[in-house]
C-alpha cells in the first residue's frame, strides 16, 4: 500500500491532478488500516502459542511471546497506517518533517514510557505480577510511540497539506530535475569532445 500509494501520489502531483493525488492518498491510507487491521485479527484470532512455536521449542519463551501478541496486534495496525502516512509525506516531498516526528515519538514518548513501565515503576527490578511488566512494558512503550507517530503524521497530511500547493512545488523540482540533466548533459558532451 505504502510503495503504491507514494508513487501514485507523486505522479498525479507532477501531473498536476490535486483531486487524483488527494484520491490516491486517501485509498493508501485505508488500504493500509484494511490490511493491519486484518493482520492484528490474526493476531488476536490465533491461538496465541501458534506463531512463536514456529521459532522457538522453548516453552518459557512461547509463554512470554503469546503474553505480548495482543499488544503486537495493535502495534500492527498503527504502525501500517503510520508507514502509508509516512509514504504520502514522502511523496510530497516533505521528508524534512520525518526526523522530529520520530525523536518525539519514540526517543520522547516511546522509549521513556516503556523504560519507567517496565524498571522505574517498579524500583528498578522487572516485575512479573501484572500484564505490563518485563518485556510487556518495553513493547507497550514502543506501541505507543508508534501510535504518537501515526498521529503526528496523520496531523501533517490532514492539516499541512494542500494538494495545489505540492502539485506547484513537485512541478517546480521536475523542471530543476530536467534543467539539471540537461546542464550535465551538456557538460559532458562538451568533457566528450576535448578528449
Not at 507532477?14 to 493508501?28: E, R
Not at 488500516?33 to 512455536?53: E, N
Not at 524498571?119 to 522487572?126: A, L, S
Not at 511488566?133 to 490532514?158: F, K, P, Q, S, W
Request: aromatic content about 10%; hydrophobic content about 45%.
Amino acid at each position: 500500500c505504502s510503495v503504491a500509494g507514494s508513487t501514485r501520489v507523486s505522479n498525479f502531483l507532477g501531473s498536476g491532478d490535486t483531486k487524483g493525488a488527494d484520491l490516491a492518498a486517501k485509498v493508501s491510507v485505508t488500504c493500509a488500516f484494511l490490511l493491519s487491521t486484518l493482520m492484528g485479527c490474526i493476531l488476536i484470532f490465533t491461538p496465541h502459542s501458534f506463531f512463536p512455536s514456529f521459532f522457538t521449542p522453548d516453552e518459557n519463551v512461547i509463554s512470554e511471546a503469546s503474553r505480548l501478541l495482543p499488544l503486537l496486534a495493535l502495534y500492527v495496525v498503527g504502525d501500517g497506517i503510520q508507514i502509508s502516512l509516512n509514504a504520502i509525506i514522502k511523496a510530497c516531498g516533505k521528508q524534512y518533517v520525518m526526523m522530529p516526528i520520530v525523536v518525539v515519538a519514540y526517543w520522547v514518548v516511546g522509549v521513556p514510557l516503556g523504560y519507567y513501565i517496565t524498571f522505574i515503576r517498579h524500583d528498578g527490578y522487572m516485575c512479573e505480577d501484572s500484564y505490563f511488566c518485563g518485556v510487556t512494558g518495553l513493547v507497550m512503550g514502543l506501541t505507543t510511540g508508534t501510535y504518537v507517530h501515526m498521529l503526528l503524521l496523520a496531523i501533517v497530511v490532514v492539516c499541512s497539506t494542500n494538494w495545489e500547493v505540492e502539485s506547484r512545488k513537485a512541478k517546480e523540482r521536475l523542471a530543476l530535475e530536467k534543467h539539471t540533466k540537461v546542464t550535465h548533459q551538456e557538460d559532458n558532451q562538451v568533457d566528450m569532445r576535448s578528449i
